[in-house]
């Protein structure tokens, strides 16, 4: 059956022009629909904005395939994909692998992502879907519409660490363990031996948005990411995708621009937004020169108790349970990674290449997580 003949649904594939804002013209015409299905994800990522700004910044008009279930005009069920070309190409969620932030197909409700699944199992081509939350109807949504067609493979992938919110991390200090407090204690005082210390949470207007973005970058710059080539400043494309986005959560409203001043001077800043009724730490940098402060952990103090005191839900670090995120919080969202293979020549060839790319001793356990 051809996506076309499938009820109450269409195949939007985006064409070879842009619009002028240099997001291919077909996402641009769901801009104003795109929140719809989007409105219970729970995750600023599965919005217009975090989507279209990865489409500016990392996609082609020819490589860009954003799959919609229902009219433009109200959309049930989107997947905005990108099409990995070569030897052996493949379907992946837009923006994963340059960013590998958890995220998630769009749709408004579960029987919307079985019929969102349905259509791109009948692409033919292999599907990668990576850091898809572990109780995301995804993962069933994929088994079911693949079944008969295909083999999906679903195994563990890092999760997302999170602290649960409530009024005790809107104390001057956090219900951390003893040491993680004196540590904290210790750090402030390196630092107030500098100069004095203060924290500023930034809602900031389009016209401030330009500087106070420029600070965010020259701070990373001046940290070992700087040093090591991976700082923003070091890479257009991701500065690219920062500066989109923050543009947009700026005009909404839920830019977060936070630093954290010892002196005169900024000694760690962040990027974040307040959405969902979460805080979302999106970015992270601080001045090697104030490195025997741990400024970057006096600011991750501040911005926490400034959400407990906001009545926020979570604080939501995103990335990987990295050590310093564990000495906060022992809490992860769960993700997976989704791998469907057709049962097309093109998928054979794929599943083998990922299977012998795994090693063999894993071919069992890859196997088995498919359904």
């Known amino acids: 059956m051809k996506a076309s003949m499938m009820p109450h649904s269409a195949v939007l594939q985006a064409r070879a022009s842009r619009a002028a804002t240099g997001v291919p013209s077909d996402l641009t015409e769901l801009a104003d629909s795109w929140d719809l299905a989007a409105a219970g994800s729970g995750s600023p990522i599965q919005h217009y904005a975090w989507v279209s700004a990865c489409a500016e910044a990392f996609a082609t008009a020819s490589d860009l395939q954003v799959f919609v279930v229902g009219s433009h005009e109200r959309p049930v069920a989107l997947a905005p994909l990108i099409r990995r070309s070569g030897a052996l190409p493949r379907l992946e969620?837009?923006?994963?692998?340059?960013?590998?932030?958890?995220?998630?197909?769009?749709?408004?409700?579960?029987?919307?992502?079985?019929?969102?699944?349905?259509?791109?199992?009948?692409?033919?081509?292999?599907?990668?879907?990576?850091?898809?939350?572990?109780?995301?109807?995804?993962?069933?949504?994929?088994?079911?519409?693949?079944?008969?067609?295909?083999?999906?493979?679903?195994?563990?992938?890092?999760?997302?660490?999170?602290?649960?919110?409530?009024?005790?991390?809107?104390?001057?200090?956090?219900?951390?363990?003893?040491?993680?407090?004196?540590?904290?204690?210790?750090?402030?005082?390196?630092?107030?031996?500098?100069?004095?210390?203060?924290c500023q949470i930034v809602t900031p207007a389009p016209e401030e948005l330009g500087s106070l973005l420029d600070d965010v970058v020259g701070v990373e710059a001046a940290s070992w990411k700087g040093r090591h080539g991976t700082a923003l400043a070091r890479d257009p494309l991701r500065h690219a995708f920062y500066r989109s986005y923050a543009a947009a959560a700026c005009r909404a409203g839920i830019l977060r621009l936070c630093f954290l001043r010892v002196g005169d001077r900024i000694a760690a800043a962040q990027i974040a937004v307040e959405s969902e009724e979460r805080f979302w730490l999106l970015k992270i940098g601080y001045d090697q020169a104030f490195a025997r402060c741990s400024p970057g952990v006096l600011l991750l103090r501040e911005t926490v108790r400034h959400a407990a005191q906001r009545g926020l839900r979570s604080y939501e670090f995103l990335g990987a349970p990295a050590p310093w995120i564990r000495a906060w919080t022992e809490e992860v969202h769960p993700c997976v990674s989704i791998r469907a293979y057709p049962a097309r020549p093109c998928g054979v060839a794929a599943l083998t290449a990922d299977v012998v790319g795994a090693g063999w001793r894993r071919v069992g356990r890859l196997l088995g997580g498919g359904r």
């Open 93 to 198: 969620l837009l923006g994963v692998r340059e960013l590998y932030e958890p995220m998630d197909l769009v749709y408004q409700s579960p029987a919307a992502a079985t019929t969102l699944a349905a259509v791109l199992a009948l692409v033919g081509l292999p599907l990668f879907l990576e850091r898809v939350r572990a109780d995301s109807p995804t993962v069933s949504a994929m088994q079911v519409a693949w079944r008969g067609s295909g083999v999906v493979i679903c195994r563990p992938a890092l999760g997302s660490p999170w602290i649960e919110l409530d009024d005790r991390w809107g104390e001057p200090e956090p219900p951390l363990n003893a040491g993680r407090r004196s540590d904290l204690r210790r750090a402030q005082r390196q630092a107030e031996k500098i100069g004095p210390i203060s």
